[in-house]
């Protein structure tokens, strides 16, 4: 049995993250570990940019400020935290500037206004009246788009 819920009835775990001013929720389910890493986890690579050792790896650093298209400067990864995602198998680790927290979230929708802004599944309002927008993972890896609807097995 399946059933389809729209976007506006979906309860999501999420992580707060402060990035720049502002806040953003990303869904728990994609972060597969959270740390601060050290200026001797860093690393660049020649035609890769910045990356970080982890576990016997080498994974890629994505600023959500340069990702997002904000205006701030992005943080330092060894001032920030570092969120592993990995979609398709493919490892990256996200910069915020800041973990707030975790909390469960009512999504929104955006409205047709910010309907087809990429990287952005929705929004939710906190517990303090402030918006925060809902990370779509697969549009800020650039892996895949926006779903409309979530399923629910």
Not at 112 to 131: E, F, H, N
Not at 143 to 150: F, I, K, N, Q, V
Request: net charge positive; glycine share 12%; hydrophobic share 50%.
């Amino acid at each position: 049995m399946r059933l389809r819920l729209p976007l506006t009835l979906a309860i999501i775990d999420g992580l707060l993250l402060r990035v720049g001013a502002e806040r953003f929720v990303m869904p728990t389910s994609w972060a597969k570990d959270l740390f601060r890493p050290t200026a001797d986890q860093l690393v660049s690579v020649r035609g890769r940019g910045q990356m970080v050792k982890l576990r016997g790896a080498v994974v890629p650093i994505v600023h959500l400020t340069e990702r997002l298209g904000l205006t701030c400067p992005p943080v330092a990864p060894t001032e920030g935290v570092l969120v592993l995602v990995e979609d398709g198998g493919n490892a990256v680790c996200l910069v915020a500037d800041e973990l707030l927290g975790k909390q469960e979230v009512v999504v929104k929708g955006l409205g047709p206004s910010l309907a087809g802004v990429a990287s952005l599944a929705g929004a939710t309002i906190l517990g303090d009246g402030r918006v925060a927008l809902i990370l779509d993972i697969p549009s800020v890896l650039g892996t895949g788009g926006r779903r409309a609807e979530r399923e629910v097995a």
